[in-house]
């Protein structure tokens, strides 16, 4: 796994932003993988700012969902389509009809679950998948402990994520299972971006640079990946100002 320290979160959007335009360069029709969350905003604002000045060619991207709260409508707002929509996929010109989605409100989920493997295999693999870390080192809602063959599934979200999930549920309760590509598909990307950002993730990030690749911190995993990059801010780099938290 490749590691890039940046200063900051806008340098990190850039460096990330800067990948994602690599692989679209090289391939303008790239399944990409995408997360929700806190880190990557600064990334799809980067993305939506070069996509509207004419630089980013995304009229052919592709793009599969990373995860989902299970029983939650595409079209409920407090979906994570529904976030990725807003925030990424809208301004960026990737219409719905090039998003391979989770059917997580389906009679039967783990069925749907096996039909997102099977468009993702069907649409060729994914060419670049971007994740961001959870404080537990989970990948997309991959928990401690997943091993590299975790299969897409429906997965009990663990308290600390509910938690960190919690501000975007107003009040309700933050769903307590979802779907998440499993870490065979993650694992199974051509590339791998992963982000770190800001002094919260410090001791995971400390963890994941210094422990061996386990299931029982399911990042580690992408060091046995052959393209896997880490890039982490400074408040998120152990011994750069990073490890309090
Ligand atoms: P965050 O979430 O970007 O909001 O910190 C990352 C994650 O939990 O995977």
Do not use: V
């Given at each position: 796994m490749r590691l890039l320290v940046v200063r900051d979160p806008d340098e990190l959007a850039t460096a990330a932003a800067d990948i994602v335009q690599e692989v679209l360069e090289r391939r303008p029709d790239a399944l990409i993988v995408l997360p929700t969350g806190n880190t990557p905003l600064g990334m799809y604002g980067e993305l939506v700012r070069r996509h509207a000045g004419g630089h980013?060619?995304?009229?052919?991207m592709r793009v599969a969902q990373l995860d989902e709260y299970l029983g939650v409508a595409a079209d409920d707002p407090q979906s994570l389509f529904g976030w990725m929509q807003r925030s990424a996929l809208g301004p960026m010109g990737v219409t719905s009809d090039r998003v391979i989605r989770f059917a997580a409100d389906a009679p039967d989920p783990t069925a749907a679950c096996r039909a997102y493997d099977a468009a993702v295999i069907e649409a060729g693999g994914v060419d670049l998948a971007v994740l961001g870390i959870g404080?537990?080192?989970?990948?997309?809602?991959?928990?401690?402990?997943?091993?590299?063959?975790?299969?897409?599934r429906v997965v009990e979200l663990s308290a600390e994520s509910r938690a960190a999930n919690a501000a975007y549920w107003s009040g309700d309760a933050v769903p307590e299972r979802a779907v998440t590509a499993g870490m065979s598909t993650i694992l199974g990307a051509r590339k791998a971006l992963l982000l770190a950002s800001g002094s919260a993730k410090a001791e995971v990030v400390r963890r994941l640079l210094d422990e061996d690749p386990s299931p029982d911190l399911p990042a580690s995993l992408l060091k046995h990946h052959p393209d896997a990059t880490l890039i982490v801010d400074q408040a998120a780099y152990p011994g750069e100002g990073g490890g309090e938290t």
């Open positions: 980013l060619p995304t009229a052919r404080r537990n080192g989970h990948l997309g809602f991959n928990e401690p402990p997943s091993g590299p063959d975790a299969p897409t």
